[in-house]
T-cell receptor, first 113, second 116 residues
Framework: GEDVEQSLFLSVREGDSSVINCTYTDSSSTYLYWYKQEPGAGLQLLTYIFSNMDMKQDQRLTVLLNKKDKHLSLRIADTQTGDSAIYFCAELRHGGATNKLIFGTGTLLAVQP | AAGVIQSPRHLIKEKRETATLKCYPIPRHDTVYWYQQGPGQDPQFLISFYEKMQSDKGSIPDRFSAQQFSDYHSELNMSSLELGDSALYFC???????????????FGPGTRLTVL
């Protein structure tokens, strides 16, 4: 995660919007992803955005991409206590025949009831 | 829908022992990836296979080896285990070249390896 940066912690109240930010480094990344990880659990794919898009909305989730600044954000509307988890952004980086994911440092989202 | 299957889910080993982790990709997926997530860390890429051939290698120790078999399942073999190998090991699978977003990686639940 040394190349992909996220803020470590975000605390919001239930019902508010959450915005999690990410700064990546590889301008040639074609896809950028958001994954959710609950304590002791696996990585759940939330959404992704193609690099030629500025915005993608998927129900309560909105992804914004500023390719010039290499900045990605995830907005969660009407945040619920079940949204409490660690959120990782990841950039897809080319390597051989396949593409590997480079993860950010992760943001712990705490939702207060 | 079928997901990525990993076994075992938990594994406890002593130092200098060996361990084998197994991964069964989503049906019809042709690519497998292995990642290691240490405590409080982000997942780090280890190695990937496409169509049973090693494709890319990350920060994987020489003590580790992996392969993808004819049925596309993959195994990660770890020898001379060290305390620092204690981590969550994820396998992910994808389908390359199938169209927009199809090389999206779907992760298994992980194998938690504890080395004592």
């Amino acid at each position: 995660g040394e190349d992909v940066e996220q803020s470590l912690f975000l605390s919001v109240r239930e019902g508010d919007s959450s915005v999690i930010n990410c700064t990546y480094t590889d301008s040639s990344s074609t896809y950028l992803y958001w994954y959710k990880q609950e304590p002791g659990a696996g990585l759940q794919l939330l959404t992704y955005i193609f690099s030629n898009m500025d915005m993608k909305q998927d129900q309560r989730l909105t992804v914004l991409l500023n390719k010039k600044d290499k900045h990605l954000s995830l907005r969660i509307a009407d945040t619920q206590t079940g949204d409490s988890a660690i959120y990782f952004c990841a950039e897809l980086r080319h390597g051989g025949a396949t593409n590997k994911l480079i993860f950010g440092t992760g943001t712990l989202l705490a939702v207060q009831p | 829908a079928a997901g990525v299957i990993q076994s075992p889910r938990h594994l406890i080993k002593e130092k200098r022992e060996t361990a084998t982790l197994k991964c069964y990709p989503i049906p019809r997926h042709d690519t497998v990836y292995w990642y290691q997530q240490g405590p409080g860390q982000d997942p780090q890429f280890l190695i990937s296979f496409y169509e049973k051939m090693q494709s890319d290698k990350g920060s994987i120790p020489d003590r580790f080896s992996a392969q993808q078999f004819s049925d596309y399942h993959s195994e990660l073999n770890m020898s001379s285990l060290e305390l620092g190998d204690s981590a969550l090991y994820f396998c992910a699978s994808s389908l390359l070249g199938g169209g927009e977003g199809t090389d999206t990686q779907y992760f298994g639940p992980g194998t938690r390896l504890t080395v004592l």
